[in-house]
Each structure stands twice: as C-alpha cells, then as structure tokens.
C-alpha cells in the first residue's frame, strides 16, 4: 500500500506561483510513475504532469511551460511547481502514483487563482 498526503495548494493571483508536494509513505520502493491530475468544478479529473522512474517528464498542453514536475526520491516526495497561474488553472490537484499496476490517489490540495 502506497499513502499519498498533497500539500502547497493556496488562494493566488492571477500571474503568481505556488509549489504542491505529494509525500508518499507506506510501501514506496519501486514506484513506478507520480503523477498531478486536476479537477475543477463540474469537469472531469484530468492529467496534469507525469514522473516516471526514469525521470522523464511529461506534460498536458494547456501546463506545459508554465508548470514543472519534480521528484525527490530520497524524500519519496513529488513537487509541482506552476508558475504564470492562470484563473483556468483552478482545481482540486490530486496525487497519483502508479506501483505493480495499481493506482494510488491522494485526498487532494485546493488551488484558486483569481483574475
């Protein structure tokens, strides 16, 4: 079993930054992929940002060049940091990682961008 816990989410402007993190615990050797997925009100959960063990990182379009993914692994934690946020970009940000096949979800972080 992997526990994921996010942190980092805030009210922020227009413009401005944040930096979530995902800190797992439980059984974290040989995670195989962490990943940000969003959801906003009334819209499907979507993918964000992807880290796999290899440390290749993959984006969704409407992030890309704005937002970075990173991870720590002698931390076992994942970090998103999003930069020139845009009221768009406001949603519940989940942590996810991938482990033998199995999906593991964390609570969820709010993040609010205002115009």
């Known amino acids: 079993q992997v526990q994921l816990v996010e942190s980092g989410g805030g009210l922020v402007q227009a413009g401005g930054s944040l930096r979530l993190s995902c800190a797992a615990s439980?059984?974290?050797?040989?995670?195989?992929?962490m990943a940000w997925f969003r959801q906003a009100p009334g819209k499907q959960r979507e993918w964000v940002a992807s880290?796999?063990?290899?440390?290749?990182?993959t984006y969704a379009g409407a992030v890309k060049g704005r937002f970075t993914i990173s991870r720590d692994n002698a931390k076992n934690t994942v970090y998103l940091q999003m930069n020139n946020l845009k009221p768009e970009d406001t949603a519940v940000y989940y942590c996810?990682?991938?482990?033998?096949?199995?999906?593991?979800w964390g609570q969820g972080t709010q993040v609010t961008v205002s115009s």
């Open positions: 880290h796999n063990r290899r440390g290749t990182t």
């Open positions: 439980g059984s974290t050797s040989s995670i195989d992929v």
């Open positions: 996810k990682a991938i482990k033998d096949f199995r999906d593991y």
